[in-house]
């Protein structure tokens, strides 16, 4: 029995590394595709910037091309604000070009190519209207006939696409690449999960062979009893050893090894437990009769089981980050939410603790004032939806002025429960307040890194939680951030969530 007990823990120990394995195995692959999307991304960003100021070089020469002929035609210097706008702004998108084009040789002799291109254009157009204005009006429509300013929009035209195409096509291969490696990141998944299930069936296996090799020496015991009172005795000593062994190895099997099919970080926690137990029944067994099995296995649970765990949980935890960071707006549809008593002040200060040093670093403020209420609702919608507000409020704040932020909480008449969150940024535009709310849309001057994800995704949040956010804002003065939430959120039907 004593030698049967010591394969059961060689043989669990065994279980838990390899599930160990499996699980670093599904962390390190979503890390894999996780950092293959942020590069997409930045790519997929970059990419679209450059086409947006290609498009906006060629726009440019264009309307300082419109203005001159306008000028020319009519003689009315009306027709030049156009050309005098557009051909001041072409430096600058060339600038943004050459910084879009980042290290690549190709997009950079190209950009200067542009340059060249757009000097000439711009000295072509600014010959002929010099001309007109010193009344010599046949000379610039000569020069005008001359096709030489529609030849130089051609070459502009030519190596605007030579810069597209390039970009266009590297994103097709890196879209290509990236759902390749979506499609192999969902393989290991469910292989690892695959694996894990059969730990948990060859650990059932393993205790009910366990289970009927003590009802075999049960038997024995009891035929043994009127006859053999000696060997009873000693037989009575091994049973308690294996009762409290199958004690130990039921509650593992019940606990730890068939949780990981609900959730990971509890079957982690019942791994702690049954070790406990482990060590505990070992200390209660004299040491000086081990035989190498049993040292081993001593040696097992004090250091190996436990790395093995602490492995487990590790692993677990960054699995659990990575998979929140790259699929929150996507996921955020399809999670249960799950209501229970939230302490807003302890939630918020948790919130802003975590944005110190962003704060510090900005010299702002950030107050909790006065009394919040207790919500029942979803704390990591709320923690999220906290999260993205304090953000924006930093990101935009007025540097002309210390920056302060002040939270505040209060229980209306019909019952809501209404958050303030209120800063002296920028502020925001009225023409906006609602703007900001959409996907992908922001407000006043970008010189701030977003994509314009965030707020949209606070709406999409408070909106599960079955209440509303509005903003109240002046430009120049700072803006106020209204999150009205019932002070109960009830379940909805998966149709509600759906629509929310």
């Given at each position: 029995m004593h030698t049967f007990s010591t394969t059961v823990t060689r043989r669990a120990l065994l279980m838990l590394i390899a599930a160990a394995l499996a699980l670093l195995g599904i962390v390190a692959t979503s890390g894999w595709l996780a950092d293959s999307t942020r590069q997409f991304s930045g790519s997929v960003s970059r990419m679209t910037s450059l086409r947006v100021a290609a498009g906006t070089l060629l726009s440019q020469l264009q309307d300082a091309e419109i203005g001159q002929r306008g000028y020319l035609l009519t003689e009315d210097r009306q027709y030049l604000k156009p050309y005098e706008t557009a051909t001041t702004a072409v430096d600058a998108t060339i600038a943004r070009l050459h910084d879009l084009a980042g290290g690549n040789t190709d997009a950079l002799r190209i950009v200067d190519r542009l340059a060249v291109l757009a000097a000439a254009k711009r000295e072509e157009l600014a010959q002929t209207?010099?001309?007109?204005?010193?009344?010599?009006?046949?000379?610039?429509?000569?020069?005008?006939?001359?096709?030489?300013?529609?030849?130089?929009?051609d070459d502009?035209?030519?190596?605007?696409?030579?810069?597209?195409?390039?970009?266009?096509?590297?994103l097709d291969t890196q879209l290509s690449t990236?759902?390749?490696?979506?499609?192999?990141?969902?393989?290991?998944?469910?292989?690892?999960?695959l694996f894990i299930v059969l730990v948990v069936g060859g650990a059932v296996w393993i205790a009910f062979?366990?289970?009927?090799?003590?009802?075999?020496?049960?038997?024995?015991?009891?035929?043994?009893?009127?006859?053999?009172?000696?060997?009873?005795?000693?037989?009575?000593?091994?049973?308690?050893?294996?009762?409290?062994?199958?004690?130990?190895?039921?509650?593992?099997?019940?606990?730890?090894?068939?949780?990981?099919?609900?959730?990971?970080?509890?079957?982690?926690?019942?791994?702690?437990?049954?070790?406990?137990?482990?060590?505990?029944?070992?200390?209660?067994?004299?040491?000086?009769?081990?035989?190498?099995?049993?040292?081993?296995?001593?040696?097992?649970v004090a250091e190996d089981m436990p790395e093995a765990i602490g492995f487990i949980r590790a692993s677990t935890s960054k699995m659990d980050r990575l998979i929140n960071a790259i699929l929150a707006l996507s996921r955020q549809?399809?999670?249960?939410?799950?209501?229970?008593?939230?302490?807003?002040?302890?939630?918020?200060?948790?919130?802003?603790?975590?944005?110190?040093?962003?704060?510090?670093?900005?010299?702002?403020?950030?107050?909790?004032?006065?009394?919040?209420?207790?919500?029942?609702?979803?704390?990591?919608?709320?923690?999220?939806?906290?999260?993205?507000?304090?953000?924006?409020?930093?990101?935009?704040?007025?540097?002309?002025?210390?920056?302060?932020?002040?939270?505040?909480?209060?229980?209306?008449?019909d019952g809501l429960v209404v958050f303030d969150v209120a800063d002296n940024g920028r502020g925001i535009p009225p023409q906006d307040h609602e703007r900001i709310f959409e996907l992908f849309r922001r407000s006043g001057v970008q010189d701030r890194p977003g994509e314009g994800i965030g707020l949209a995704y606070v709406r999409t949040l408070i909106r599960r939680l079955q209440g509303e956010v509005a903003v109240e804002s002046v430009p120049g003065q700072g803006s106020v951030f209204r999150i009205s939430l019932p002070g109960s959120l009830t379940q909805l039907s998966e149709k509600h969530l759906h629509d929310a």
């Open positions: 209207i010099a001309l007109m204005e010193a009344g010599r009006r046949d000379e610039a429509l000569a020069v005008v006939r001359t096709g030489r300013g529609m030849m130089l929009m502009a035209r030519r190596s605007l696409a030579d810069l597209i195409t390039p970009a266009d096509a590297q990236l759902i390749g490696q979506a499609r192999a990141s969902g393989w290991v998944a469910n292989l690892g999960g062979r366990y289970a009927q090799d003590l009802m075999r020496a049960q038997s024995a015991i009891q035929a043994l009893n009127d006859t053999l009172e000696q060997r009873v005795s000693e037989r009575t000593k091994e049973l308690q050893r294996a009762n409290d062994e199958i004690q130990r190895f039921a509650y593992i099997v019940s606990h730890d090894l068939r949780a990981p099919l609900v959730n990971v970080m509890g079957f982690t926690g019942e791994f702690e437990a049954g070790l406990a137990s482990v060590r505990a029944h070992l200390d209660r067994q004299p040491a000086d009769g081990d035989d190498g099995a049993a040292l081993e296995a001593r040696r097992a549809g399809g999670r249960t939410l799950n209501p229970e008593p939230v302490a807003m002040r302890a939630l918020l200060e948790s919130v802003v603790a975590s944005f110190r040093h962003q704060a510090g670093e900005q010299h702002c403020t950030i107050d909790i004032e006065g009394h919040l209420p207790v919500l029942v609702s979803d704390r990591l919608a709320l923690e999220q939806v906290f999260g993205n507000l304090l953000d924006n409020a930093i990101k935009y704040l007025d540097p002309a002025r210390t920056g302060r932020i002040a939270i505040r909480g209060r229980v209306e008449e």
